[in-house]
């Protein structure tokens, strides 16, 4: 069975300044995605960003960047020149094409301080 | 382009009762996932329903029931409700296997 573990339950960064939030993952397949989560206060679950395993590139979208380790089966989140709306618990994800559930981590609550 | 849309937003219920939820997939979607997140904790995946059936079920007793239309929007129903079952309710559209888009979520209070 997948699961996903992310072992910083709170992280705090100062408002500009670059934080890393860090996932690991278990599974024994070979082609899998994986998923960063954003759940503001407001509770709506937005996609921030998507890797596909075969993909050794990482995935990168606007000031969110991902380090994908796969033979470590770690998934780190890098959010640069962090802004007060980036305040939320961030969740990874993993998702199997054959099974399409999203098996979710417990989440880091990440504050930005002004 | 309408997101993913579920109604209620919040629910109140008493022990033993029924509820039943709603979810609109977003447009060009067929595929409905539900998920319950317990305060503090993750999403946990409870069903997935593709072409009007369940097509995945997680670790959730048989009180927990779905439907989907043929219009591809969804219902959870849970019946014989505990305190436990407290939590936001969360549904998530995709198309096939790409990634989830989810709603806002149903917050239940089962007092």
């Known amino acids: 069975a997948q699961t996903v573990t992310q072992s910083q339950p709170e992280m705090s960064v100062q408002e500009a300044e670059t934080v890393t939030l860090s996932c690991t993952y278990d599974?024994?397949?070979?082609?899998?995605?994986l998923f960063w989560y954003k759940q503001p206060p407001s509770r709506q679950m937005i996609l921030v960003i998507r890797?596909?395993?075969?993909?050794?590139q990482n995935a990168t979208e606007n000031r969110f960047s991902v380090n994908f380790q796969k033979a470590a089966k770690s998934f780190s989140l890098k959010i640069s020149d962090s802004q007060l709306g980036d305040t939320a618990m961030y969740f990874c994800?993993?998702?199997?094409?054959?099974?399409?559930?999203?098996?979710f981590g417990p989440g880091t609550s990440l504050s930005v301080i002004p | 382009d309408a997101g993913v849309t579920q109604s209620p937003t919040h629910l109140i219920k008493t022990r033993g009762q029924q509820v039943t939820l709603r979810c609109s997939p977003k447009?060009?979607?067929?595929?409905v996932s539900w998920y319950q997140q317990a305060l503090g904790q993750g999403p946990q995946f409870i069903f997935q329903?593709?072409?009007?059936?369940?097509?995945q079920r997680g670790n959730f007793p048989d009180r927990f029931s779905g439907h989907q239309f043929p219009n591809y929007s969804s219902e959870l129903n849970v019946n014989a409700l505990l305190l436990g079952d407290s939590a936001l309710y969360l549904c998530?559209?995709?198309?096939?296997?790409?990634?989830?888009?989810f709603g806002p979520g149903t917050r239940l209070t089962v007092t």
């Open positions: 599974t024994s397949e070979s082609n899998y995605y």
């Open positions: 447009s060009g979607h067929d595929t």
């Open positions: 890797q596909e395993a075969y993909k050794q």
């Open positions: 329903y593709y072409e009007e059936e369940e097509r």
């Open positions: 998530a559209s995709s198309r096939r296997q790409y990634e989830q888009y």
């Open positions: 994800a993993f998702m199997s094409p054959s099974y399409d559930k999203v098996i």
